[in-house]
């Protein structure tokens, strides 16, 4: 029985659980890139954004264990978001306090205004989840398929007409469009079971 139910727990039930260390590890590498992307655009340099989105984590390790999903409360990725957005502000903060030290330095760079807005950060979060999810998706259907059968994909995915695609890798036009719709399918069906396994 115990079984049953932890087959049915999404990852984000399952890193809850401090004990449960291999859940916290695949949570770490479904979103340790994705976080480190969103921290990108916001404008904070490569190496400075390893040590926030290091912050960024720790913080949910400790608060995951309290997030309540539901239809009337915060998704998760607004969560994350708020999360994100504070670790950012702290870190141009301290910043700012030790150029202060340093030197008289103006202090409205730093102010909340100056930087990406939380419902813009939100809608950031939101669009490139997609992105990361579908990216996800296609890496891990890719090992079922064909080199080529990936590339007649990505190559559809540019926008390349299959005709074109057919003579650059020498293939029938009813296989491109064969190939394009098996890897099609098999990424709705692996982006739908990601969806389900991360998303609260």
């Not at 399952?14 to 976080?35: G, Q, T």
């Not at 921290?39 to 290091?54: F, G, H, V």
């Not at 957005?85 to 102010?111: A, F, G, P, T, Y």
């Amino acid at each position: 029985m115990k079984g049953d139910w932890q087959t049915r727990q999404t990852l984000l039930q399952r890193a809850k659980d401090p004990s449960d260390e291999s859940a916290w590890l695949d949570f770490v590498s479904y979103y340790e890139s994705f976080i480190r992307m969103i921290i990108l655009k916001m404008n904070i340099s490569a190496s400075e954004s390893d040590d926030i989105t290091q912050d960024v984590l720790l913080s949910i390790w400790k608060n995951l264990k309290g997030f309540e999903s539901d239809s009337n409360r915060a998704k998760f990725r607004t969560w994350l978001s708020t999360i994100v957005r504070n670790r950012v502000l702290n870190h141009i903060r301290d910043r700012q306090s030790h150029h202060n030290r340093m030197k008289n330095v103006k202090k409205e760079w730093v102010e909340e205004g100056k930087l990406i807005s939380q419902s813009e950060l939100e809608e950031v979060i939101e669009k490139d989840w997609k992105r990361h999810i579908t990216k996800l998706a296609l890496n891990n259907i890719s090992k079922h398929f064909s080199g080529v059968a990936v590339n007649v994909f990505e190559m559809s995915l540019r926008g390349v007409e299959n005709k074109q695609i057919a003579a650059e890798l020498n293939l029938a036009d009813s296989s491109v469009r064969t190939l394009k719709s098996r890897v099609q399918q098999s990424l709705v069906k692996e982006v739908a079971h990601l969806i389900q396994e991360l998303e609260a």
